[in-house]
């Protein structure tokens, strides 16, 4: 895959995830959850990323 596609996805992948933690959370805005989400999601796009350079 391509590293914009795989940001795309991973952007996409950590959007639906804070929208799945709010509406867990019964429609409140827990700031901590969110940015938690948010912040693992992203860390996981940079692994993925290092991942596809040493392959190539």
Avoid: E, P, Y
């Avoid at 895959?1 to 429609?27: C, P």
């Avoid at 700031?31 to 990323?49: E, H, K, P, R």
């Amino acid at each position: 895959m391509r590293t914009k596609r795989v940001i795309l996805l991973a952007v996409m992948i950590s959007l639906v995830s804070a929208i799945t933690v709010f509406l867990l959370n019964g429609r409140k805005v827990d700031w901590f959850d969110l940015i938690a989400t948010i912040i693992g999601c992203f860390l996981g796009i940079f692994i993925v990323i290092r991942i596809q350079k040493k392959q190539s």
